[in-house]
């Protein structure tokens, strides 16, 4: 059917709404009009959350097309509202009682997406009721149902020195009201738009000369719309893009995305890119520094030779500039993708000034899906300073790579396939020292025994075992799990239990299982000075 759009003049299409009473529920009117076999208008919303009724079809008759089966519902008008202004409500919010919920609502975003609570007017302010705005410098109106910006004149005069906005969460869609609210406030460095469905159609927006950090997430836009933005923010730093479906990189008039010459941090969290290449459109941001790219779908990284940077060029833009692929980019986030693949991990040392990386929910570095270990990843990784959010030491990078060393050298493979898997092997080798294992003979046997022991401490941990002191014991590089747990049955008397071991790893959040029976400590790469943990069978 189709849709009246004189029936009710307080709502138009497409206009976004809430519930009324309840500016959390949010949704975009689809049908203005009269219902078959019920009175009087309704309006047809398909509501954000999908907690609707159905899918835009009542008793077989369709009025709107929601998005999901279950989204869309009809609401008489009484029961919606269209908004408010911005001024009301700072006015709401900051003179008005406000609830515990609301204060924990009045955050800002930190460089690394984390809510960061404002201090500026706190709960005693807020009680005392402020006279005036002139000291907010802060400030939040997160799903408060703010529509507009009221009278643009009044924004500049009520709160002249607010520098962060946190408007998440409410009913504005057009880029305009958005250029309004900045041209009126000249100080503002960091806004927040998040959960604001914005409208694809980025207009009348002017320069906003002094946003610093801007923060779109799950906005629905896409990356020729970023493209159309960039002109209007010349000294952007921080770009959030979280949830906005994105799975492409389209760049408006090369084949590198240009501009954004002050861009430090890009947050592409939650989105939908599989292809690296796509990313490697960004390779030539010359200031980025942080690249978030958290649970997309990748599955395979390199860094690209020269040869494919031409390719990706051109010919058009140069290599002569002498800008290196991702020249400045020090931290790279990558958890919760799917990669899998070691050469990928190896890939990550030819960034030239990555240190800190992420790379935890992902197959490889998933030890209980047949991924590397911790010590692993840090020997593979020569430069990285921060490895999943933990700081890897001195003594850890040092362990690692004797521990890593030496599980390659108990591989027995021929040195080409050892230079081929393990493009570090030989550098390492070499860095500490490491010799070559040969068969000694006669006197000297002993001796080779003696430094073939590993002190290992072993700590029970399970509670039906019981206190039971640590115990530092020295074992053969070839004692295998299985050996291992025979022993501690006897060095700890508990004949009647089914144990478990696991190797705890300085910087690993949790202790690796070691459930291959036949493998050795020197397979597992266990070094001098580890802890093992024992624990009961379940």
């Known amino acids: 059917m189709q849709p009246s759009s004189e029936s009710n003049p307080d709502f138009k299409l497409g206009q976004r709404v809430h519930s009324a009473g309840d500016p959390r529920r949010i949704g975009t009117v689809r049908y203005l009009g009269p219902v078959e076999g019920y009175s009087g208008t309704w309006v047809g919303v398909d509501w954000d959350n999908r907690d609707g009724k159905h899918d835009g079809s009542v008793n077989g008759v369709n009025y709107f097309h929601a998005r999901s089966e279950t ?30 919920e609301e204060e924990d609502e009045m955050y800002v975003l930190s460089a690394s997406n984390k809510r960061v609570s404002v201090q500026l007017v706190g709960k005693d302010k807020i009680q005392d009721k402020l006279s005036c705005f002139e000291e ?8 408060l149902g703010v529509s507009s910006p009221g009278v643009p004149s009044e924004i500049g005069a009520v709160v002249p020195n607010l520098k962060e906005l946190d408007l998440t969460g409410n009913l504005i869609s057009e880029w305009k009201d958005v250029g309004t609210i900045c041209e009126q406030l000249p100080d503002l460095v960091a806004l927040n738009l998040s959960y604001n469905l914005m409208s694809h159609d980025i207009v009348a927006l002017p320069h906003l000369k002094s946003i610093r950090i801007l923060v779109l997430n799950n906005v629905g836009i896409n990356w020729t719309q970023v493209e159309v933005l960039k002109h209007s923010l010349p000294a952007i730093e921080e770009l959030h893009l979280m949830a906005n479906h994105i799975s492409t990189i389209e760049p408006a008039s090369s084949s590198t995305v240009q501009g954004f010459d002050y861009l430090r941090l890009l947050n592409l969290d939650d989105n939908c890119i599989t292809d690296w290449n796509e990313i490697l459109k960004l390779s030539q941001l010359p200031s980025l520094e942080q690249l978030h790219l958290d649970n997309n779908n990748l599955n395979h990284i390199f860094y690209p030779d020269v040869g494919m940077m031409l390719e990706l060029l051109n010919g058009h833009e140069s290599h002569e500039k002498g800008h290196k692929p991702f020249q400045n980019l020090h931290c790279l986030l990558l958890g ?17 000034q990555l240190v800190d990386v992420r790379l935890s929910g992902n197959p490889v570095a998933d030890p209980g899906e047949g991924g590397i270990p911790r010590f692993v990843l840090v020997a593979r990784l020569g430069k990285v300073e921060m490895l999943n959010g933990s700081e890897v030491t001195s003594r850890e990078r040092k362990e690692s790579e004797i521990r890593y060393v030496r599980l390659v050298m108990s591989k027995q493979g021929n040195i080409q396939e050892i230079k081929l898997l393990h493009p570090r092997f030989a550098e390492l080798k070499a860095f ?8 000694l003979v006669g006197a000297a046997g002993p001796q080779k025994m003696a430094t073939g022991l590993l002190s290992v401490t072993l700590k029970c941990v399970g509670a039906s075992i019981g206190e039971k002191p640590s115990l530092v014991k020295k074992l053969p590089g070839t004692t295998t799990v299985g050996k291992l747990k025979i ?32 493998q050795s400590l ?16 379940s």
């Open 136 to 143: 907010l410098t802060s400030a939040s109106t997160s799903y």
């Open 336 to 352: 919760g993708n799917t990669i899998e693949d070691p050469t990928s991990i190896d890939a990550l040392n030819s960034f030239p």
């Open 432 to 439: 500490h020292g490491i010799e070559d294992e040969k068969p």
């Open 71 to 100: 989204s869309g519902s009809f609401v008489r008008p009484h029961n919606l509202s269209s908004g408010i202004s911005l001024l009301q409500a700072l006015e709401l919010r900051y003179r008005g009682q406000t609830t515990q």
């Open 522 to 537: 020197t397979d597992l790469g266990i070094g001098n000075e580890s802890t093992i943990l024992v624990d009961e069978e």
């Open 487 to 518: 022993l501690c049955e006897s060095f700890f008397k508990l004949k009647s239990m089914k144990l478990k071991l696991f190797l705890q790893e300085e910087g690993s959040p949790l202790p690796m299982l070691l459930d291959d029976e036949m």
